[in-house]
């Protein structure tokens, strides 16, 4: 089995990724991308959605943490108060 099972679906995602990312650039450019850097394209193409992804999730964890420890403090204001 080995590991190609792991990379095979990669490799077929990043390729039509590279395609895909390849009719754009033909369309708005008219410049034709050669078949040896579709594969390269389209891997880049999805690692860089990966880190925006992961970039935007580091954001979004950081909002609900800071709003967690407002939360938190607002609490122990309405605790110190008697509230």
Do not use: H
Request: charged letters at 10%.
């Amino acid at each position: 089995m080995g590991i190609s099972f792991v990379f095979t679906p990669i490799y077929s995602i990043g390729n039509l990724v590279g395609r895909i990312v390849a009719a754009a650039v033909m369309i708005v450019s008219g410049v034709v991308l050669p078949d040896e850097i579709i594969d390269t394209v389209g891997l880049l193409t999805m690692v860089t959605l990966l880190l925006i992804l992961l970039n935007m999730a580091k954001k979004v964890t950081w909002g609900i943490v800071t709003i967690c420890w407002a939360l938190i403090m607002i609490k122990i204001g309405l605790l110190m108060l008697g509230k």
